[in-house]
């Protein structure tokens, strides 16, 4: 049973370039959540997708932006990079959550480096 | 607004040893769910012990406990028995109601294993 997948794995762009990472979640989900982690920083949150819709948003500009797919699959899509968008960023699936002690199942992260 | 501050940003211990790694939270919810997850080099977040705010016993799973103390808002992670694969990053994070879909994370504190 495969787990969260994500590509790519490292990924370099130059600032004010667009980047699309992807997120296929673990079998059996059907809720996808993405979180961008700087170096040497605990990952913030920047939303989550559930039925094909952002169901709730971190504090994080327009510039980000996702999408989900009718097999749960999700993209992360950052428009005119800055270079403080250097990050590993995370995708993590659940099933939707009823009760707080839901688990979110991670991914390996994408390396995003802006130059 | 939620907070996870995580003092440590370092810490050692020798092989086969205890280790405690602190964590405080601040939330104004009455209902939230405190989360320990260990990070490898590899990047991907690993899940290791949840718990709720109205459990009245401290979580344990395998060698790892919590040390929960609610009046205070700590939720300390205690490894016992260290072995050299737990030599990682150690996030505590936090989610409440009524916005569980959003997990909070502290900065982490970097643990190393000494053999």
Known sequence: DAGVTQSPTHLIKTRGQQVTLRCSPKSGHDTVSWYQQALGQGPQFIFQYYEEEERQRGNFPDRFSGHQYPNYSSELNVNALLLGDSALYLCASSTQGSSLSYEQYFGPGTRLTVT | ???ITQTQPGMFVQEKEAVTLDC???TSDQSYGLFWYKQPSSGEMIFLIYQG???EQNATEGRYS???QK???SANLVISASQLGDSAMYFCAM????SYDKVIFGPGTSLSVIP
């Open chain 2, 71 to 73: 009046a205070r808002k």
């Open chain 2, 66 to 68: 919590l040390n929960f």
């Open chain 2, 53 to 55: 705010s109205y459990d």
């Open chain 2, 24 to 26: 405080t939270y601040d």
């Open chain 2, 95 to 98: 989610r409440s109601v009524p």
């Open chain 2, 1 to 3: 607004a939620q907070k």
